[in-house]
C-alpha cells in the first residue's frame, strides 16, 4: 500500500493569489471538502465500514482531505471564517504528522479504530465542522 502524502509546505502557501474558479468547481471543491472532513469525524466503525465497502485503502481517508483543502485555500478562502479554516489547517497538519513509510502501522483498519492519533483526526474533524462559517456550496 501506498502511504505518501506531499511534504510538509507552508499551510498558507499560495493562499495570497486568488483564482477564478467556475460555478461548478467552487460546488466540487466545496462538497469534496466537507465530505472528506466529514468522513475524518465519522465514528471509527462508520469508517472502517466505509473502506470495506469502497475497497479503499486507509490512506484515503487522508489524501481525501489533500485532494480538496489546497484548492479551497487558493480559490475559496475567504468564504470560509478564519475558526473553520484554522481548524481544517490543524487538521491536515495532524494527518501530515503520522503520514509517510514510517507510519505506516497508522494506515489500516485496526489502528483506525485504536490509535490515539485518530481519535485525535476524529476530535480535531469535528472542531472544523462546527468552528465557524462553511461557505454554500
Do not use: Y
Not at 478562502?77 to 504528522?97: G, N, V
Request: charged content about 25%.
Amino acid at each position: 500500500p501506498i502511504v505518501a502524502r506531499r511534504s510538509a509546505p507552508d499551510p498558507l502557501a499560495g493562499c495570497e493569489t486568488l483564482m477564478t474558479v467556475t460555478r461548478e468547481d467552487r460546488a466540487w471543491t466545496l462538497k469534496g471538502l466537507r465530505t472528506a472532513v466529514e468522513r475524518l469525524a465519522a465514528d471509527s466503525a462508520v469508517q472502517v465500514k466505509w473502506l470495506e465497502e469502497t475497497g479503499a485503502h486507509p490512506d484515503e481517508l487522508g489524501l481525501e482531505l489533500d485532494q480538496f483543502l489546497p484548492p479551497a485555500k487558493q480559490t475559496l478562502l475567504e468564504e470560509f471564517s478564519p475558526e473553520t479554516m484554522s481548524k481544517l489547517l490543524e487538521l491536515d497538519a495532524a494527518i501530515l504528522q503520522f503520514s509517510g513509510p514510517d507510519n505506516v502501522f497508522l494506515w489500516s483498519p485496526h489502528a483506525i479504530q485504536t490509535a490515539p492519533a485518530w481519535q485525535d483526526v476524529r476530535v480535531l474533524a469535528r472542531q472544523a465542522l462546527g468552528a465557524g462559517r462553511w461557505p454554500d456550496a
